[in-house]
């Protein structure tokens, strides 16, 4: 590459977006434009409800929250092991990791919890021992079929993803690290994991965006989310426009949360050799 071409491709302060070319006249005018669509919405349209109904879309947003981190915790856990024994495991383990994630994957989520919840969860009532045990407050319940069918959605999405971002680590410094002595457990704690976290960390921000989009399902069986409370005002309201605009609005917002701590964490990682 000649001086010439990297001085064409080398970026300068001038080249950085100011204040003046951002607000070009079409910007301008998209920027009046949603304005003016938001004004018209709050002016408009019927929010007379929405007092009535704030303590329920509160906690209706509690449980997606607390659906959404719970489950991507704990499949970011399972997906760990996933994607480590497609890299390093004997060929039966593979065989077996590879198989889950290719069924999970490829049968939809709504699927996949009503057979737990309909399928798994109507047979345990027919069992004495389980109706006795100390399982069964919960069993009876509809959140844990919740929580374990997107846990194991995002388990089998990101194992994948986790697969190739072990693989993806370079070799060398694994081996420099088995150089210094390092034992397996030590290795795996101190260079590989974190290096594979650091490269997965984009898509895992797109995977956990999409598990939150997930999180309406669960209202298909009694769980009481956000998604489930604006059902209900639909419902006693009579109202179709403002609770989906709201829920909309709900769920871009928590989009944009997420997505600005991923970014947060994304910049705080060291990114040298990457």
């Given at each position: 590459?000649?001086?010439?071409?990297?001085?064409a491709l080398?970026?300068?302060?001038?080249?950085?977006?100011?204040?003046?070319?951002?607000?070009?006249?079409?910007?301008?005018?998209?920027?009046?434009?949603?304005?003016?669509v938001?004004?018209?919405?709050a002016?408009?349209?019927?929010?007379?409800w929405?007092?009535r109904y704030?303590?329920?879309?509160?906690?209706?947003?509690?449980?997606s929250?607390?659906?959404?981190?719970?489950?991507?915790?704990?499949?970011?856990?399972?997906?760990?092991?996933?994607?480590?024994v497609q890299?390093t495991g004997?060929?039966y383990?593979?065989g077996?990791?590879?198989?889950?994630?290719?069924?999970?994957?490829g049968?939809?989520l709504?699927?996949?919890?009503?057979?737990?919840?309909?399928?798994?969860?109507?047979l345990?009532?027919q069992?004495?021992a389980?109706?006795?045990?100390?399982?069964?407050?919960?069993?009876?319940?509809?959140?844990?079929?919740?929580?374990?069918?997107?846990?194991i959605?995002?388990?089998?999405?990101?194992?994948?993803?986790?697969?190739?971002?072990?693989?993806?680590?370079p070799?060398?410094?694994?081996?420099?690290?088995?150089?210094?002595?390092?034992?397996?457990?030590?290795?795996?704690?101190?260079?590989?994991?974190?290096?594979?976290?650091?490269?997965?960390?984009?898509?895992?921000?797109?995977?956990?965006v999409?598990q939150?989009?997930?999180?309406?399902?669960?209202?298909?069986?009694?769980?009481?989310d956000?998604?489930?409370?604006?059902?209900?005002?639909r419902?006693?309201?009579?109202?179709?426009?403002?609770?989906?605009?709201?829920?909309?609005?709900?769920?871009?917002?928590?989009?944009?949360?997420?997505?600005?701590?991923?970014?947060?964490?994304?910049?705080?990682?060291?990114?040298?050799?990457?």
């Amino acid at each position: 590459m000649t001086d010439e071409t990297t001085h064409a491709l080398a970026f300068t302060p001038e080249d950085l977006p100011n204040g003046k070319s951002f607000l070009k006249p079409h910007r301008i005018a998209l920027i009046l434009i949603a304005v003016a669509v938001i004004v018209a919405v709050a002016v408009l349209m019927r929010w007379d409800w929405l007092p009535r109904y704030l303590p329920r879309l509160g906690w209706g947003i509690l449980v997606s929250m607390v659906m959404l981190f719970s489950t991507s915790i704990l499949g970011f856990l399972f997906a760990v092991p996933l994607g480590l024994v497609q890299v390093t495991g004997p060929w039966y383990l593979k065989g077996l990791a590879r198989i889950f994630c290719t069924i999970i994957r490829g049968t939809p989520l709504l699927l996949q919890l009503w057979l737990l919840y309909y399928g798994l969860g109507s047979l345990f009532p027919q069992f004495p021992a389980i109706r006795q045990s100390f399982l069964w407050p919960y069993l009876r319940e509809a959140w844990p079929y919740g929580v374990a069918a997107l846990t194991i959605s995002f388990a089998a999405y990101e194992g994948e993803v986790m697969r190739g971002a072990f693989a993806g680590v370079p070799a060398g410094e694994l081996e420099a690290a088995r150089a210094y002595g390092m034992s397996r457990w030590t290795m795996f704690r101190r260079i590989w994991l974190p290096r594979a976290i650091h490269r997965a960390l984009p898509t895992l921000n797109g995977e956990t965006v999409l598990q939150l989009k997930s999180t309406p399902l669960v209202a298909t069986i009694p769980v009481v989310d956000v998604y489930a409370v604006i059902s209900k005002v639909r419902q006693e309201t009579f109202l179709t426009y403002e609770p989906l605009l709201l829920l909309a609005l709900i769920y871009m917002c928590l989009t944009g949360i997420l997505v600005v701590a991923f970014r947060y964490f994304e910049n705080r990682i060291p990114t040298r050799g990457a």
